[in-house]
């Protein structure tokens, strides 16, 4: 059976606690309450994360936390909503919630509102609640952007400021692809130097790299002609980097002493450190820039939500 799918925000994914049912209460906020069915609706998906993480204490106080941040956005989101019908955002809403559910039937394939009726009914939701739902979610998401997104302003001068300040977050870093010739010290050191020494004179004077690797090098990517790979330069282990520290693209480095014998190096490639354009980060840092005002913006509005309300949490939650 195919999976109903609809978009939502986590605060309002679940099912309304069913009418009639004796439920403790947490929390008031004005005139509505928080229950702990609905607390417990909302921390099943936290309580599984964090029972795969945790254990013991460490899974007491990590649950602990969530309960209370978990309580904490639920609070809010109702004084957004009650925020919203008092300003009557309710009033043109049904529309939208009609335009929506008519999304949602058709990217589900559902004909009509039978099917998707039965398709809410399997998810343990009615129509009515699966509209209060959306009603919900469409004048809060309303008002947050006309009290707190619509306030928010990016200016060009800022984006450019913060990619000149952060240029090292959008530079690639330098990569190298190197090959190696390993020469083992198992007839003995003075033989490998002596050896490693006739390799690399040959090298010089042009012979393939590959075709010396494969024919007498005693490493694992002998067969591979010595490829050992691409790296970041950055992340090279400290002989290494300075055994081909200023060699360019085709150039050999001299024997190194190794603990089992010696080693050649090959540069193949060497891929320079590239800025990314500012046009091709701008979405990124704009982003960024914009949850960074918007968080101190969300957190005076719904301060003065708090202030302006009346919120009585019960001792079990505090």
């Not at 109702?78 to 919203?84: M, V």
């Amino acid at each position: 059976m195919k999976k109903f799918s609809v978009i939502l925000p986590i605060l309002l994914l679940l099912p309304l606690a069913r009418s009639g049912t004796v439920d403790r209460i947490l929390a008031k906020v004005n005139e509505e309450i928080i229950t702990l069915s609905e607390l417990n609706r909302h921390m099943e998906p936290v309580r599984r994360e964090l029972r795969s993480k945790h254990s013991g204490r460490a899974l007491e106080q990590a649950l602990e936390k969530a309960e209370k941040g978990t309580l904490d956005a639920l609070i809010e989101e109702k004084l957004i909503y009650q925020k919203a019908v008092e300003l009557e955002y309710e009033a043109h809403a049904d529309d939208k919630v009609d335009d929506y559910i008519q999304r949602v039937m058709k990217e589900n394939n559902l004909k009509d509102t039978d099917e998707l009726e039965e398709a809410l009914a399997r998810e343990g939701q009615s129509l009515r609640e699966y509209r209060e739902l959306l009603l919900r979610q469409i004048i809060t998401g309303e008002l947050v952007n006309d009290f707190i997104n619509a306030r928010i302003s990016l200016l060009t001068p800022e984006i450019e400021k913060y990619y000149k300040n952060h240029l090292a977050e959008y530079t690639t870093p330098e990569e190298i692809t190197l090959s190696e010739i390993l020469i083992t010290d198992a007839g003995g050191s003075t033989a490998a130097e002596t050896r490693a020494e006739e390799l690399y004179r040959r090298l010089r004077q042009g012979e393939p790299f590959a075709a010396l690797a494969s024919q007498y090098s005693k490493g694992p990517t002998a067969d591979k002609g010595g490829s050992i790979g691409t790296y970041l330069s950055a992340k090279l282990n400290p002989d290494t980097a300075k055994a081909v520290a200023g060699l360019a693209e085709g150039e050999v480095s001299r024997p190194s002493k190794l603990e089992e014998g010696y080693v050649i190096y090959r540069v193949d490639a060497r891929r320079a450190p590239v800025v990314l354009p500012l046009e091709e980060v701008k979405e990124e840092i704009k982003n960024k820039l914009y949850q960074q005002k918007r968080s101190p913006e969300y957190d005076r509005f719904i301060a003065q939500l708090r202030e302006e309300a009346y919120i009585q949490i019960f001792p079990e939650m505090e």
